[in-house]
């Protein structure tokens, strides 16, 4: 191996160039020759009797060297050259114009990427509109023919959903409960209202915390995995042969789906409910001496029906967005895997930002309503 | 005595109970163009990922460039992976990067030189495989089945490797694209004097630009040679995938 070299040579108002050694990518790694100054001639011949190897790379460093010195390739003689050398030489100098013409990257102003984005964004809100528009359709259809509806699909749905949440959903409302009690403890205690700690744990974990936490929780656990999975089926053309086949991929894979979160988000909510109340009352037990009898005493005394069933009616109303949101995501994924990853974020984004705007619409509603 | 570029001995793979290769040995010389066909599940493509290091067999031994691929350590494996350029059957386009940076990777990542060499020498090697300059800044997404095995191959060749694999490189395009594209790996090999080993179906490329094939047929090797060659061998199969050759020989004919 060579150290790839370049050296000029003027002779009658002719210049010769003459290169030697290995013009290889890996030599030419380490250090990239240079050509010394020489003075302008008419005629540019390129001798290649010394050159030990060439490849494309090579062949372009070398005519990038002419090409700096406003020597065009195009002109340059090329002489002595062994014939493969000559093959690659020639190939990569018809193409070296192309490898020199930057294509300006289309530049993003500020002014003009909020205008793009504010344009995307009202571009899914249409979509939106139009695919809840698709899904009541769908849903009448359903109904003139319940003989359709996928209860397998929605069976299974349920499964994933619920039944594989539970030990989730149980444990952080336990936790959850748990620290809440105990951080409330500690207040109610200077004032000696240690049972009070039951009115506080109720309302709070069967009024907002556990409907909005599962509903968190199940956005990013199964509203992520819907938009994933409806989107790589819409990859591999899925979503196409389901059609094809005469079926309506909106009664096949999106109802089911939303049809499953309806039932599911309420029962996690309950065993949310349960969970919560369970920490309470052991952190009650060791902390501020309540027992577990008074606990439970004190509980359906002060817990209202009325704040469990306000809990259990935000579910559903959390579990349509959800749905809807994950299953919109999953249908307009671009045929790409960074546009699947893309899509769940998003999906995972906009059901708690939903889930959470929600919630405070029905605060104020309920507060308004005196309830 | 030939440089042998690949060389591989006795191979033996078995997935669970199915045994896939049961004594496979083939070899390539330098400059050769070679395809390797067969059956669907006759372990075409597994025997490729084999070949360079992305599966291993049970047993036998695999040279790549000299270098025994089962027992090498990672630095020779280093070597070796940047002496040859794979194309992965549907491309294999990173999706979050555009065509030119697609090119650009391995130079980036095993070279030293400028990011502006790195992008000129991207943009040769996609002008090579006849992609036109605008395609540069267009998304792997944004591009036809025949751009993107295009621009595939622009990225295998981004190293200038002595050896390409193609996997398929003619599945899932049109025949003239597929005959464009036979075309192309032909004058790239014969241009740059690469040696290229090459899975297909496709007979055209068979009949096309092949020096010799490989013929996988229930776990072993059943014969290697030019395609006259080949066609002497008594195998049902063979006879079958020859036959509609012999159609389209008639309809060439016509």
Redesign the interface.
Known sequence: MSAPAIRPESIDNKLYLHATGDW???Q???Q?PQLPAAPRAETNYLDGAEITSL???GA?MLL?LLYDRDIPPDSVVLNNFSN?HQ??FE??R???S??????P??RHRTLARIGRNAGSVGEHLIGMINFIGILTLEVGNLLRHPLRFRIKELANQVETIFVYALPLAFAMMFLLGLVFAYLLGIQAEQYGANIFVVDGSALAICRELAPVIVAILVAGRSGAAITAQIGTMKVYEEIDAIKVLGLSPYAVLVLPRILALLIALPLLVFVGDIAGLFGSMVIADQQLSVTPITFINRLQQVLETKTVVIGLIKAPVFAVFIGTIACYMGFTV??????IGINTTSTVVQSIVAVILINAIFAIILVKLGI | MTDMLIKVEQIVTRFGKNTVHDGVSMEVARGEVVAVIGGSGTGKSVLLKEIIGLLRPESGRIHLFGVDMLTADEADLEQVRQRFGMLFQDGALFSSLNVEQNVATPLLEHTHLPKAVCLQLARLKLAMVGLPPSAANQMPSELSGGMRKRAALARALALDPELLCLDEPTSGLDPISARAFDHLIRTLADNLGLTILLITHDLNTLLSIIDRAVVLSGSKVLGSGTVAEIRQINDPWLHEYFSSCTTLETAHGN
């Open positions: 290889r990518l890996s030419l790694d380490t990239q490849d494309t790379s372009l990038k493969a093959t690659i190939l990569v018809q193409n070296f192309a490898s020199q013409q930057r294509q990257a289309a671009a045929r790409d895997a960074r546009s």
